[in-house]
């Protein structure tokens, strides 16, 4: 498997915060879930993340690599005038951050990232180990496999 992100603990931590969240201020996995989506593709050579973050300026952006943990981090702010009140506000400000458990056949080492109209590209090549490889067949005695 390429990408994990099964963690017991932190899928319970997940659970209690939306609790509270949902308790407080009336919003949950619903809203936070769509607050940086992501797809991820298995190619040849590598894993390609997109992450939707619309709004966030490129230079809130943060990727970092910590023990097979990719981390997405970025921030949607608004300056309003002081004349200006909210009527409805639906779109979330702050800061949000999204985390990808690796895979160890993935390396790390040459990550690359860009980002452009909102969406976050992130390129993980596998490891050379982990690539598949065309396996040579000789012409010889089957006998001499054994």
């Known amino acids: 498997m390429l990408l994990t992100s ?24 619903a809203a936070r879930g769509s607050v940086m989506p992501m797809d991820a593709f298995r190619r040849e050579d590598d894993v390609l993340l997109r992450f939707d973050i619309p709004g966030a300026d490129a230079d809130s952006v943060d990727v970092t690599v910590d023990r097979g943990v990719l981390t997405v981090t970025a921030q949607r ?21 999204r985390r990808v458990y690796l895979a160890e056949n993935l390396d790390t080492e040459k990550i690359e990232a860009g980002y452009a109209s909102g969406v976050l590209v992130v390129r993980i090549p596998l490891q050379d180990a982990a690539k598949p490889r065309k396996v040579e067949i000789k012409n010889v005695d089957v006998k001499a496999l054994h």
């Open 6 to 29: 099964i963690d017991p603990l932190a899928q319970e931590l997940d659970r209690q915060m939306d609790r509270l969240s949902q308790r407080m201020f009336g919003w949950g996995e």
């Open 77 to 97: 702010t608004e300056n309003l005038d002081k004349n200006v009140s909210v009527i409805m506000r639906e779109r979330p400000l702050g800061t949000f951050t």
